[in-house]
């Protein structure tokens, strides 16, 4: 991955392989691209419910599991209701 310096100290969306999406500020990352996130949370999305945030707090996340790394505008994502969002959950990776 391109340098992740830019995005230290920022609050941050990552999709993962899985096709989780998990938010949080990247605390640090190393020369694998493993990332560090604190004050993690898990976004899970469903047509029925809307978007359900599970916390996770501090989270380490293995670089090979990352497909997107994006930095989030922190007004914005707080501007928005979470809840009232439908949309299927993402479906993992398949080689």
Known sequence: MAS??????????????????IVGVMAGYD??????LSDTKERVYSMEEGVEEIPLGL???????????AELDDALDQSVDLSTIRAEPLPPIRY
């Open 31 to 36: 020369q694998k691209s493993n990332v560090v």
């Open 59 to 69: 989270y380490l996340v293995k670089g090979d599991q990352i497909v997107l790394i």
């Open 4 to 21: 992740l310096q830019g995005y230290v100290d920022h609050r941050v969306l990552l999709i993962l392989q899985d096709g989780r999406a």
